[in-house]
């Protein structure tokens, strides 16, 4: 490794993605190599230069890179102060057939200011790593909007209402309070895709799925602290990781502590 790199890799609890690359490189330069997985990344310092299948290609830090799997590339930074970046490593089913691949090369970098979005809001819950519903919900619509590009036809989905499949998703989550359940899991059961599951919930109640559950978590904590039992107690029988991660999502919710909340 390059003097000054930083490198923070780990494999998160959700289906689909191999790793997670968060890495700072002042100087170092990769040689030409090959992954397994599809190659989602953003740069969020510096410029990267890179060969791809022997075609050159630059990322800014307003573009998304999609590397398909098993074709060589490298990497380099085109300023001095070097880059930073986060990575997404994808299974190689996860994007399609293996006709695709082909388009990623031909067109590895979009202009995508949602999906640069929205891959920045899935990092951030891959590092907290307590919001599973969340991070699956997330990365369900990036990997529809990468498939959109890689068919060239990124286009906003119809704004159509499905209180069916809403309705049908809320009463999944309820009755698998406080555990809750995987997004691919309900998929089957309502017999609709992840994404309009995701799109039919946020339109019919105003929030996607994963703010619903945690809410619901925090109404079930709440009764259990007024019968008194003690915060770290509720944060196990409500459905969160720990009492840290109870306390976060009480206070967003209520504005105090589940301490401060009840009378002893």
Same mark, same amino acid.
């Given at each position: 490794?390059?003097?000054?790199?930083?490198?923070?890799?780990?494999?998160?609890?959700?289906?689909?993605?191999?790793?997670?690359?968060?890495?700072?490189?002042?100087?170092?330069?990769?040689?030409?190599?090959?992954?397994?997985?599809?190659?989602?990344?953003?740069?969020?310092?510096?410029?990267?230069?890179?060969?791809?299948?022997?075609?050159?290609? =630059? +990322? /800014?830090? %307003?573009? #998304?890179?999609?590397?398909?799997?098993?074709? &060589?590339?490298?990497? !380099?930074?085109? @300023?001095?102060?070097?880059?930073?970046?986060?990575?997404?490593?994808?299974?190689?089913?996860?994007?399609?057939?293996? =006709? +695709? /691949?082909? %388009?990623? #090369?031909?067109?590895?970098?979009?202009?995508? &200011?949602?999906?640069? !979005?929205?891959? @920045?809001?899935?990092?951030?819950?891959?590092?907290?790593?307590?919001?599973?519903?969340?991070?699956?919900?997330?990365?369900? +619509?990036?990997?529809?909007?990468?498939?959109?590009?890689?068919?060239?036809?990124?286009?906003?989905?119809?704004?159509?209402?499905?209180?069916?499949?809403?309705?049908?998703?809320?009463?999944?989550?309820?009755?698998?309070?406080?555990?809750?359940?995987?997004?691919?899991?309900?998929?089957?059961?309502?017999?609709?895709?992840?994404?309009?599951?995701?799109?039919?919930?946020?339109?019919?109640?105003?929030?996607?799925?994963?703010?619903?559950?945690?809410?619901?978590?925090?109404?079930?904590?709440?009764?259990?602290?007024?019968?008194?039992?003690?915060?770290?107690?509720?944060?196990?029988?409500?459905?969160?990781?720990?009492?840290?991660?109870?306390?976060?999502?009480?206070?967003?919710?209520?504005?105090?502590?589940?301490?401060?909340?009840?009378?002893?």
């Amino acid at each position: 490794m390059s003097s000054g790199a930083q490198v923070e890799a780990w494999k998160p609890a959700i289906d689909g993605v191999v790793e997670v690359l968060h890495a700072h490189f002042p100087s170092h330069a990769y040689p030409s190599h090959t992954h397994d997985a599809w190659t989602v990344l953003i740069v969020d310092e510096g410029t990267v230069r890179y060969d791809l299948d022997h075609r050159e290609h =630059g +990322l /800014s830090q %307003a573009q #998304v890179s999609l590397l398909p799997p098993n074709v &060589p590339h490298d990497g !380099r930074s085109v @300023h001095p102060g070097g880059f930073r970046k986060r990575v997404l490593y994808l299974e190689p089913d996860r994007l399609g057939g293996e =006709g +695709l /691949s082909g %388009a990623a #090369v031909d067109q590895p970098e979009y202009l995508d &200011p949602v999906l640069r !979005r929205r891959l @920045h809001q899935l990092h951030g819950v891959l590092v907290d790593g307590r919001e599973d519903l969340e991070a699956q919900s997330r990365l369900t +619509l990036i990997e529809e909007r990468l498939q959109q590009h890689l068919r060239k036809q990124v286009v906003s989905p119809p704004d159509r209402r499905d209180p069916g499949v809403a309705a049908k998703l809320r009463e999944l989550l309820d009755e698998q309070l406080p555990t809750g359940i995987t997004l691919d899991e309900a998929s089957k059961v309502v017999h609709a895709h992840p994404a309009h599951l995701v799109r039919a919930f946020s339109r019919e109640y105003g929030m996607p799925p994963h703010r619903y559950l945690t809410g619901r978590r925090v109404d079930l904590a709440r009764r259990y602290l007024l019968e008194g039992r003690p915060a770290a107690e509720v944060a196990v029988l409500a459905g969160f990781y720990d009492q840290s991660h109870l306390n976060r999502h009480f206070r967003k919710m209520l504005g105090v502590s589940p301490s401060r909340f009840a009378r002893t």
